[in-house]
């Protein structure tokens, strides 16, 4: 529910001993409820009792309606009064209150009619000469009537737009009386005899727009929230933040400075630790001159930041909201969401793990969309056995029988995975010949799988680039592990060859023509052998190369740079083939689909892009991170991208439509790296906070949450089968942890999708396998490969 997010028609009454009604500044609606009283009474004893009564509860979310809040104020400290003795010294009260009463009941408002009576003790008095409850005497009928005629009620119409120079959320001020009696169950507009009274109510109005008050209001809301009970001021203790940051960009904006710079020196200090970048940020914003050049803060500024709390906590805010000023309450309208959810109020532990985002939390319902992360149905294709006598003979010196037969792995597949999505779902490429013969062989190496596991770690090969000056920026291996790629500050893209076989490009066209094409070894004979090398470089980009990807045929090798291109090169010439121009900025990341054809691009123009490879403009935009989108990853059934941002946010993106499907927070600095898991109903994200997250995508809920690390996550890998997560980093170490155990016994009840409550283990230590340290080496890459061997890479960076 967007609760606060809507403006309400709703007018405060304040009736007086003497003198007409005055009208006090209408206070911001919740959206909760309809025809909503509150009253608040200062008895005789001097002691205030606040009622709040509803005649129907509304629900969440829907369309508000006009509410009354009634005061009827005693002196305080004043001595108890007898009735009668009360009844003739102020007449006028009980002429009041009888009045109030009346216009309940003909707007059919009975419990608040009842709350009143009980609250100004008046139940047996105000029934004097009548059998019913509720009935009024003559006399009183009388006063009330004649009260009713100065303040009437119309019936409302629909919540208009504010008119200028009112400020107010549809509460229009008439001059003149109106008479009448009211419509039964109707409350709006109300009618007010004195001019002055209107003036009093906009200077009010303005004067709590001063810039002087703002610490004072702040203040304020502290000292409330840390008095309230502990079980809602974790929750409660969320707003600091947003109103922070708001009402300090408000002063900037109005070019308060001085008013803006004395607020932060004094309340800073305050917020959490993981928003002290973004308090880095704020604190260079002094002139509203500044602000129009931040693109981050503009966006926090415009879009509403997100609070998910407990509806008990939120009925407390309501408490504040009628003793607080209007100032708080039109920043908690205008720029926050709150997310009300039932049941009990989230613990400090539970908030600091989902908390972070550069606009909150998601809400609850961004991760409700279907999800299908199953895999697809895999081709079903003939296997020959795999004999390690390839030679075809046996110990008898008679040849094998080679029988031709399916995989375990390929007739795993043959059940449609439930969870799925349709084969056709999105237009997929058909396998070609060589696709088929690069399955076959990697079905024989899945045979030949070391099956891993806590008493069972892999083993790490570690490419070290020398001498790249910290100018390494991406690094990308082939599926089959045979080439590895590299993307430099220089703008090159170097391609290494790691097995004994060399790089060469195809031959030139006259020396083509030569070939006999019908031959076997066409494709061996095409290659030049003077072009031979273990290493090629390739020209093109003018700026550093941040994201490389070989696609899955290996034909391919995409690279995204800082000159705002991707640029496709061929592996069979060494050439580019096509420069794809759509960002406007450096391009931070890009990947191909694990079926090739389609690839994503992300950047710091806030979006990812998904192209195929034979069109120049992309084919889905992803907008809605607030800043960089540094990461990106295709889900194993190429249905779905990941994106990691600079915003702190996780998003899942549905390649068909372009939605977005999951809102991941809980980071608490920009996302670097991405991997799904094999099975694809798993994502582990890493950050610069260190920290290592697993999320459930099928029910959008955090999962895990794997400590250790000193310094940004670069890299993370599944192991084949899923068993293991390797996790590299800029603290120089790879880390092993237990997938298996992590995953298993997940609370994904109903309760803790609906409500989002989250009891991460801290059992980091028992999943940690392994930490496997370099001399001075920054892990920038891991690769595990077909047969469950972690290759990693990364350039020697001298202290």
Same mark, same amino acid.
């Not at 600091?352 to 895999?378: C, I, P, Q, T, Y």
């Not at 899945?446 to 490419?463: A, E, H, M």
């Not at 260190?690 to 995508?697: E, F, M, P, T, Y």
């Given at each position: ?18 003198? @007409? ?29 606040? /009622? ?22 005693? @002196? ?38 009842? #709350?009143?009576?009980?609250?100004? *003790? ?16 003559? #006399? ?41 009696? #009211? ?61 922070? /940051? ?41 002139? !509203? ?11 926090? +500024? ?5 609070? +998910? ?73 003939? =296997? ?15 040849? !094998? !029988? !080679? ?172 050439? &580019? ?22 690839? =994503?691009?992300?950047?710091?123009? *806030? /979006? ?22 540094? &990461? ?17 946010? /996780? ?18 600095? @920009? ?63 790879? +880390? ?64």
């Amino acid at each position: 529910m967007a609760a606060l997010a809507e403006e309400q028609t709703e007018v405060a009454v304040k009736l007086e001993s003497e003198g @007409p009604p005055t009208l006090l500044p209408p206070q911001a609606g919740d959206g909760t409820g309809e025809g909503t009283v509150g009253i608040t009474n200062n008895g005789p004893n001097g002691s205030g009792g606040n /009622v709040a009564a509803a005649s129907s509860a509304g629900g969440d979310g829907g369309t508000p309606k006009p509410a009354v809040a009634v005061s009827a104020a005693a @002196p305080a400290g004043a001595a108890p009064v007898p009735a009668a003795a009360s009844e003739a010294g102020a007449p006028h009260d009980r002429q009041t209150l009888l009045a109030v009463l009346q216009f309940l009941r003909q707007s059919n408002l009975r419990e608040a009619e009842e #709350a009143l009576r009980r609250e100004a *003790r008046l139940l047996e008095e105000a029934v004097a000469g009548s059998g019913a409850p509720g009935e009024v005497d003559g #006399a009183g009928a009388e006063a009330a009537s004649s009260l009713l005629s100065r303040v009437t009620a119309s019936a409302p119409g629909p919540a208009a737009p504010d008119p200028p120079g009112t400020g107010a959320s549809g509460a229009t001020v008439v001059s003149g009386s109106a008479s009448g009696p #009211a419509a039964p169950g109707k409350v709006g507009n109300v009618a007010v005899e004195d001019q002055p009274d209107v003036s009093a109510v906009l200077s009010a109005y303005n004067q709590q727009g001063d810039p002087t008050m703002y610490e004072e209001y702040y203040s304020g809301l502290k000292h409330f929230i840390e008095c309230s009970l502990d079980c809602h001021r974790a929750e409660l203790s969320q707003l600091f933040y947003p109103l922070f /940051v708001h009402m300090y960009l408000e002063l900037v904006y109005n070019q308060h400075e001085n008013e803006a710079k004395s607020f932060f020196e004094k309340f800073h200090g305050d917020q959490e630790c993981y928003y002290q970048d973004d308090l880095r940020v704020l604190s260079s914003l002094t002139k !509203k001159e500044h602000m129009k050049g931040n693109e981050t803060m503009l966006d926090f +500024r415009t879009s509403k930041f997100v609070l +998910r709390i407990s509806r008990d906590s939120y009925q407390l805010l309501r408490h504040l909201q009628e003793k607080q000023n209007n100032q708080i309450w039109n920043i908690v309208q205008e720029h926050i969401n709150i997310d009300i959810f039932d049941g009990m109020p989230r613990s400090k532990q539970q908030i600091d793990a989902m908390v972070g985002g550069l606009a909150g939390e998601a809400k609850r319902e961004a991760n409700k969309s279907k999800v299908f992360f199953g895999l697809l149905k895999e081709p079903e294709i003939e =296997v020959p056995l795999d004999d390690e006598d390839e030679e075809g003979e046996n110990e008898e010196g008679k040849p !094998k !029988k !080679k029988k031709p037969r399916k995989d375990s792995v390929g007739s795993k597949s043959k059940k449609q995975d439930p969870n799925a999505p349709p084969q056709n779902r999105i237009p997929l490429p058909e396998l070609k010949d060589s696709d088929k013969l690069d399955k076959i062989m990697n079905m024989k190496e899945t045979t030949k799988r070391v099956r891993l596991g806590p008493d069972c770690l892999p083993s790490i090969c570690f490419y070290t680039f020398l001498n790249a000056y910290q100018g390494l920026t991406a690094v990308d291996v082939t599926d089959d592990s045979s080439l590895i790629a590299g993307g430099f500050a220089d703008s090159t893209v170097r391609v290494w060859s790691v097995t004994p076989k060399k790089l060469r490009s195809v031959k030139q066209a006259s020396d083509l023509s030569l070939i006999d094409k019908e031959s076997d070894d066409v494709l061996e004979r095409i290659m030049d052998e003077k072009t031979a090398s273990e290493l090629k470089i390739l020209y093109g980009h003018s700026g550093p190369v941040y994201g490389a990807s070989f696609s899955p045929d290996r034909n391919y090798l995409l690279s995204s740079s800082e000159d705002g291109t991707v640029r496709l090169w061929s592996l069979q010439t060494f050439t &580019c083939l096509v420069g794809y121009k759509g960002h406007n900025y450096p391009v931070w990341d890009t990947q191909f689909s694990p079926y090739g054809y389609y690839f =994503v691009s992300g950047g710091h123009d *806030r /979006v990812a892009r998904l192209w195929a490879t034979d069109h120049y403009q992309p084919l889905r935009i992803f907008a809605g991170h607030l800043a960089d989108v540094n &990461c990106t990853r295709f889900h194993p059934n190429s249905n779905y991208v990941a994106t990691g941002s600079a915003d702190r946010t /996780v998003r899942l993106w549905d390649v068909l439509n372009g939605n977005c499907v999951r809102i991941f927070t809980g980071h608490k600095g @920009p996302i670097h790296s991405l991997t799904f898991s094999p099975n694809g109903r798993f994502l582990a994200t890493g950050a610069t906070d260190g920290r290592v997250l697993l999320w459930d995508i099928g029910h959008g809920l955090m999962v895990g949450e794997l400590k250790g690390h000193t310094d940004t996550v670069c890299s993370l890998r599944f192991s084949r089968d899923g068993e293991i997560l390797a996790s590299g980093s800029m603290d120089n170490t790879v +880390r092993l942890w237990d997938a298996i155990k992590a995953f298993e016994d997940l609370e994904t009840d109903d309760f803790t999708t609906a409500t989002g409550h989250i009891n991460l283990p801290e059992n980091s230590q028992e999943l940690l396998l392994g930490t496997y340290m370099t001399k001075s080496t920054p892990v920038v890459h891991l690769h595990f490969t077909r047969r469950n061997l972690v290759l990693a890479a990364g350039a020697y960076s001298p202290q």
